[in-house]
């Protein structure tokens, strides 16, 4: 009698489990038309004097830490993510600024004759597998940045007049989504959590020293990333509650 609960409670299991949708799978690509863009795709080394530049791909690792570390209540993790994710914004709104004012150019200009904007010949088409929505909103940036620069471009070619203001900020452009690239360079994972912060310890403090003085609303928790992962301590209760059920 027992056995033949048994059997049938694992059969019902098995079936639960057969019905339970898999994983979700997918690809996203980037699709780059200009230099300037693929440029910052990779970066660049140091070498021969030059500094070196984060590129996307570099800011995307560095993410990963930033974002493994919010999982274990670690403020400064919360703050520089917030310095990402406030970055990002402010560089795509300037950016989508500019586009715009390309944009009302060329359409004056169609009134004189007609053409499309420049595309390349043979773009290069990026994979992204990232592990957190920070660095595909920096994938975003970067498509952003390059159809601004064939826009630019194009404007050039054909020998259009641009305000002076607008050519010195989209010539400007490249070195604002680089220092966006770059944010991710000032944290130092130094495994300190908020009540390493609280009660002063030496992690606390050498994590100071390192990143500066913690603000008081992200310590608290009052002001924090819009996109974040779970807590490991919050997954932590999760699994107890879980096991309780049980």
Known sequence: MNSDAEQSHESTAENQNESVPGALQGEVWLTIQTYQAQSLIRGRRAADGKPAIMGLIGFADRLKS??????????????????????????????????????????????????????????????????????????????????????????????????????????ASGRWVRRVFALPQGYHSLDVRRSDIRQGTPAAIKARERMGEIPQDILNGERLPSLRPLAFQQLNNNAIADSDEG
């Not at 290069?124 to 920070?134: D, I």
């Not at 826009?151 to 007049?161: I, K, V, Y």
């Open 66 to 171: 930033l974002w493994q570390a919010v999982r274990f209540d670690d403020p400064y993790a919360d703050w520089w993510l917030l310095k990402v994710e406030e970055g990002v914004a402010d560089i795509r709104a300037q950016l989508q600024g500019l586009q715009q004012r390309m944009d009302a150019l060329i359409t004056e200009s169609h009134s004189a004759f007609e053409f499309s904007v420049a595309q390349s010949s043979r773009p290069q088409r990026v994979s992204l597998q990232f592990a957190n929505p920070y660095a595909f909103r920096a994938a975003q940036l970067l498509g952003e940045y390059d159809r601004l620069m064939c826009a630019d471009m194009t404007l050039h070619h054909l020998g259009l007049d641009m305000p002076t203001d607008l050519i010195e900020q989209v010539s």
